[in-house]
């Protein structure tokens, strides 16, 4: 058996692209997408690192994961978590109103410098297009923290 020309198999990946593939294969497809997006709004996670979009219910990118490098650059900064509460609900509640509890800012044993403050703020933006990192990740590599 002769095995496919270039042609052949640009023209499958073209109609793979397009999602006209025999009936068999697009139906697989199907399932296969419907689930991807059962999986994509699903909210699964310790409350403490979950960003606003994903208690909202809304679509989220890559962004969400800086908002978690923020709680976890905290946490390891202050030995704590910003959003910390008795239970997840109330977490989310003052995830979404940004209560956050900051140590006095300087260079002092129990404080922290206002370049990890910066740093903590710029990551732990509610709106994930303004978050740090959301144009690149060369943001959070040029920050001075």
């Known amino acids: 058996m002769e095995s496919p020309s270039n042609d052949e198999k640009e023209s499958f990946a073209r109609k793979r692209n397009s ?5 068999g ?3 697989l497809e199907r ?7 059962a999986k994509k709004n699903r909210c699964v996670g310790t409350a403490d690192y979950i960003a606003p979009e994903v208690i909202k219910g809304q679509a989220h990118t890559f962004r969400l994961d800086f908002w978690s490098l923020g709680i976890i650059v905290y946490e390891l900064l202050t030995g704590s978590l910003p959003f910390n509460a008795e239970s997840p609900e109330q977490i989310f509640r003052n995830a979404l109103a940004r209560n956050i509890e900051y140590p006095p800012i300087g260079t002092e044993d129990g404080q922290i410098t206002p370049e990890a403050h910066s740093f903590i703020e710029a990551l732990l933006q509610p ?3 303004q978050r740090l990192g959301s144009n ?3 943001e959070i590599k040029d920050h001075p923290f």
Do not use: A, C, T
């Open 25 to 27: 294969i697009s139906k």
């Open 127 to 129: 709106e994930p297009y």
């Open 31 to 37: 399932r296969m997408s419907i689930r991807l997006e």
């Open 136 to 138: 690149g990740i060369q």
């Open 19 to 23: 999602k006209q593939l025999p009936r």
